[in-house]
């Protein structure tokens, strides 16, 4: 029965977020009609993917009742230009959530990590900023954002009635992005957990002591079904394209799991596509909503918390105290960049 759950999981459970987010919205207009979460993504260039991740989100912030915004930027601007405008952004009051689309399309060298950082901490939905990764590290979670993959991977770890605590746990990669903050979540909620990665020997024997796999290699297939611990929760973050001519549109997508032979071994695995991919678009429009929540002064469960996810502890989050930390940070980022002049 969790094996049916999770293969179906991450469109289910990303549905039922969503709507618990738009019946949120709803309910707080009733008594604050102009509560209004704002989102804004800013792309540099024209990367035909981009495009596509971008629209994702736009269509999903619509489909809830957020304000989402896609301010598109040519490929000659210069860093100096994007800094201006992701200040622009953290300044509007109307603007609760930012993203900065990577990689970026430019011909001017830009210093991506260097940009991330200048966002606001508390409009930083993606997690990215040193700021909320130094917080998440500490367990700190009440006081910032997590990136939304690795969180979807929890709320889909929790809907297949897993609890971690005291489980062996094994994440497969170590990418800012996910594998990193995937291990800080997990071992906050109290799991014993081994990261592996591209140096890690042996990798099939550590997958063969977790009771919970979380991989994020991006590697197709790395992960051998054989490996799994029968009755493990398999959570494949992996998405690796090869063109296949009978396909639609002309592409497979792979995990980096070996999900035939894993699936009849698992006690429950997420399938690829349609796994984890709609929890990162649901829990970055949930980032956003908070935000808006904390901007109003709204604190406390609503709609979404209670009826959607009762158990979703790891999902708060005030995000408070970040005004002198962000200020200080945007003044060391210009001194950095005067440096490099």
Same mark, same amino acid.
């Given at each position: 029965?969790?094996?049916?759950?999770?293969?179906?999981?991450?469109?289910?459970?990303?549905?039922?977020?969503?709507?618990?987010?738009?019946?949120?919205?709803?309910?707080?207009?009733?008594?604050?009609?102009?509560?209004?979460?704002?989102?804004?993504?800013?792309?540099?260039?024209?990367?035909?993917?981009?495009?596509?991740?971008?629209?994702?989100?736009?269509?999903?912030?619509?489909?809830?009742?957020?304000?989402?915004?896609?301010?598109?930027?040519?490929?000659?601007?210069?860093?100096?230009?994007?800094?201006?405008?992701?200040?622009?952004?953290?300044?509007?009051?109307?603007?609760?959530?930012?993203?900065?689309?990577?990689?970026?399309?430019?011909?001017?060298?830009?210093?991506?990590?260097?940009?991330?950082?200048?966002?606001?901490?508390?409009?930083?939905?993606?997690?990215?900023?040193?700021?909320?990764?130094?917080?998440?590290?500490?367990?700190?979670?009440?006081?910032?954002?997590?990136? $939304?993959?690795?969180?979807? $991977?929890?709320?889909?770890?929790?809907?297949? =009635?897993?609890?971690?605590?005291?489980?062996?746990?094994?994440?497969? =990669?170590?990418?800012?992005?996910?594998?990193?903050?995937?291990?800080?979540?997990?071992?906050?909620?109290?799991?014993?957990?081994?990261?592996?990665?591209?140096?890690?020997?042996?990798?099939?024997?550590?997958?063969?002591?977790?009771?919970?796999?979380?991989?994020?290699?991006?590697?197709?297939?790395?992960?051998? =079904?054989?490996?799994?611990?029968?009755?493990?929760?398999?959570?494949? $973050?992996?998405?690796?394209?090869?063109?296949?001519?009978?396909?639609?549109? =002309?592409?497979?997508?792979?995990?980096?799991?070996?999900?035939?032979?894993?699936?009849?071994?698992?006690?429950?695995?997420?399938?690829?596509?349609?796994?984890?991919?709609?929890?990162?678009?649901?829990?970055?429009?949930?980032?956003?909503?908070?935000?808006?929540?904390?901007?109003?002064?709204?604190?406390?469960?609503?709609?979404?918390?209670?009826?959607?996810?009762?158990?979703?502890?790891?999902?708060?989050?005030?995000?408070?105290?970040?005004?002198?930390?962000?200020?200080?940070?945007?003044?060391?980022?210009?001194?950095?960049?005067?440096?490099?002049?």
């Amino acid at each position: 029965a969790v094996v049916s759950t999770l293969s179906t999981g991450g469109l289910a459970v990303a549905k039922k977020l969503r709507q618990g987010l738009k019946a949120d919205i709803l309910e707080i207009q009733k008594e604050i009609p102009d509560f209004q979460p704002g989102l804004t993504v800013v792309q540099v260039g024209d990367r035909p993917d981009s495009n596509v991740y971008i629209g994702a989100k736009v269509k999903a912030c619509e489909e809830i009742g957020i304000k989402g915004v896609h301010l598109k930027l040519p490929p000659t601007t210069t860093q100096e230009e994007l800094i201006e405008n992701i200040e622009r952004l953290n300044e509007d009051p109307s603007v609760h959530g930012i993203i900065l689309q990577v990689p970026l399309d430019c011909t001017t060298g830009i210093d991506e990590a260097l940009c991330t950082n200048v966002l606001s901490p508390k409009k930083d939905v993606d997690g990215l900023t040193d700021v909320n990764a130094g917080r998440l590290s500490r367990g700190d979670l009440k006081n910032c954002f997590t990136p $939304c993959t690795p969180t979807g $991977c929890m709320v889909l770890i929790e809907e297949a =009635g897993v609890d971690v605590k005291g489980k062996n746990v094994c994440v497969v =990669g170590r990418s800012k992005i996910v594998g990193a903050p995937m291990h800080d979540l997990l071992l906050w909620a109290h799991g014993t957990v081994t990261t592996c990665h591209s140096r890690t020997p042996d990798l099939g024997y550590h997958i063969r002591q977790a009771d919970v796999v979380v991989v994020a290699a991006g590697k197709k297939e790395l992960v051998k =079904g054989e490996w799994i611990k029968p009755g493990a929760v398999v959570i494949d $973050c992996g998405i690796n394209p090869e063109p296949d001519a009978t396909k639609k549109s =002309g592409v497979k997508l792979w995990g980096d799991v070996e999900y035939p032979v894993a699936k009849q071994i698992a006690g429950a695995i997420t399938p690829v596509p349609g796994g984890v991919g709609p929890m990162t678009v649901a829990l970055l429009m949930r980032n956003t909503v908070t935000s808006a929540k904390r901007v109003h002064g709204i604190t406390g469960a609503r709609s979404y918390s209670t009826a959607a996810f009762p158990n979703a502890s790891h999902l708060g989050g005030t995000v408070r105290g970040f005004s002198t930390s962000a200020q200080l940070a945007r003044t060391g980022l210009r001194l950095l960049q005067m440096l490099k002049k």
